[in-house]
Structures are given as C-alpha cells and as structure tokens.
Nanobody, 115 residues
Framework: QVQLVESGGGLVQAGGSLRLSCAAS????????MAWYRQAPGNQRELVAA???????NYAGSVKGRFTISRDNAKNTMYLQMNNLKPEDTAVYYC?????????WGQGTQVTVSS
C-alpha cells in the first residue's frame, strides 16, 4: 500500500555532500516513523537515522553531527542530508516507512565515497 522511491545517491569524494530523498506514495496517511538504513558489502543493514511523524530524530553515532534527517509531510518526502562524507559511509542507502501493518522499504540508492 506504500511505495518508496529513493534518489540522490552517487559518487562523491571524501568531505563532500549528498542529499538523499525518499518519496512516498500510496497509503501515505498510514505512515508513522520513517528511517534511513544502509548496508555495505559484507555488513548487516544498519540504522542510520530515524524520524517520527512529529519530528523527533535519532542518529547512529557514526553519522551524528554529519547527517541530518528531515521530512516534509506535505510533500510526502523524507530527506537525508549527508555532509563531510567519509569512505566508511559507502553503502546502499534504504528508506523505510513504518505503518501499523508493515514496514515498507525502498529499492535503495548507492552512495560511494572515494578517498
């Protein structure tokens, strides 16, 4: 009932910035909390940042101070502003939207940070 599409990934040099977007469609009124996850080769998928419908946020320690999660409920879109990127940030980034029935996931967008 919810479709999520990520965009904004790409290749950047260390120290650069990217802004990821996650556009939601479908049963958008069911969406509560949203989050960004990432998964690097050989690693488990990990939570990067989460945001509630009223704007409370939580960040992984590795990105706190560098990344900012936000959402525009009027546009049904969530963002992840990624600054001072490091090679360790290289991963596929996934959008998640929670509903009372299911957690929905986007297809992922690749972020590659070169040194």
């Amino acid at each position: 009932q919810v479709q999520l599409v990520e965009s904004g990934g790409g290749l950047v040099q260390a120290g650069g910035s990217l802004r990821l977007s996650c556009a939601a469609s479908g049963s958008i009124y069911d969406i509560g909390a949203m989050a960004w996850y990432r998964q690097a080769p050989g690693n488990q998928r990990e939570l990067v940042a989460a945001i509630t419908i009223d704007g409370n946020t939580n960040y992984a320690g590795s990105v706190k101070g560098r990344f900012t999660i936000s959402r525009d409920n009027a546009k049904n879109t969530m963002y992840l502003q990624m600054n001072n990127l490091k090679p360790e940030d290289t991963a596929v980034y996934y959008c998640k939207a929670g509903t009372p029935q299911y957690d929905y996931w986007g297809q992922g967008t690749q972020v590659t940070v070169s040194s």
